[in-house]
C-alpha cells in the first residue's frame, strides 16, 4: 500500500489503534486528575501499570503482574517496589512458593481503589456525554467482543 505523505500521516492518527490508545490516554488522564483532587499526588501514570493488575481479593504474583502488563519482571518489580514505598500495596510470602512475593493493596492503596472505581465511573459517563449513551454502550459491547475473542493476557 502506497500512500501519499498526507494520507500516511492520516493513517498513523487515524487507525483503530491509535484512536483506542487516545482513548485510553484520556481516561487516564482523567484518574489521575482525579487521584490529585483526592490528595494521592504522588501516584503517577507509571504506576497504572501495575496496580491496574493486581486481583483485589488475593493479591497477585509479581511475575504474574509482569505478564499481564507486558513487561519484565524487573520492571514489575521496580514498580511494585516504587508503589511500595508510596504506601500503595504491601509484599508477603507466597504460601505456595516462599520465594515468589505476593502483592496486595494496602489500606491506602484501597482507598486509591475507590477513587478509582468512582473516577473511571465518571469517566464513561463523560464518554457517554460525547456519543450518547446508547452508542457508548454499543461501543462497550464491542470492545467486549473484542476481549473475549482475543487471546491477549487479560487482568
Known amino acids: 500500500m502506497d500512500l501519499g505523505p498526507d494520507?500516511?500521516?492520516?493513517?498513523?492518527?487515524?487507525?483503530?489503534?491509535?484512536?483506542?490508545l487516545f482513548a485510553f490516554r484520556a481516561f487516564e488522564a482523567r484518574l489521575l486528575a482525579d487521584y490529585r483532587a483526592a490528595g494521592?499526588?504522588?501516584?503517577?501514570?507509571?504506576?497504572?501499570?501495575?496496580?491496574?493488575?493486581?486481583d483485589a481479593d488475593r493479591g497477585t504474583r509479581i511475575v504474574e503482574l509482569a505478564r499481564r502488563a507486558g513487561v519484565t519482571k524487573g520492571a514489575m518489580g521496580q514498580l511494585v517496589e516504587d508503589a511500595r514505598r508510596l504506601g500503595l500495596v504491601r509484599l508477603s510470602a507466597d504460601p505456595d512458593d516462599a520465594r515468589a512475593k505476593i502483592v496486595r493493596f494496602s489500606a491506602r492503596g484501597r482507598r486509591l481503589m475507590t477513587v478509582t472505581q468512582r473516577a473511571a465511573h465518571e469517566a464513561e459517563?463523560?464518554?457517554a456525554r460525547i456519543v450518547g449513551a446508547d452508542e457508548f454502550e454499543r461501543l462497550r459491547a464491542t470492545l467486549e467482543r473484542f476481549r473475549d475473542a482475543s487471546d491477549a493476557p487479560r487482568s
Open 7 to 20: 494520507e500516511a500521516e492520516a493513517w498513523r492518527h487515524r487507525n483503530i489503534g491509535r484512536l483506542l
Open 125 to 127: 459517563l463523560d464518554f
Open 40 to 54: 494521592f499526588d504522588d501516584v503517577r501514570q507509571v504506576h497504572l501499570n501495575a496496580l491496574r493488575h493486581i
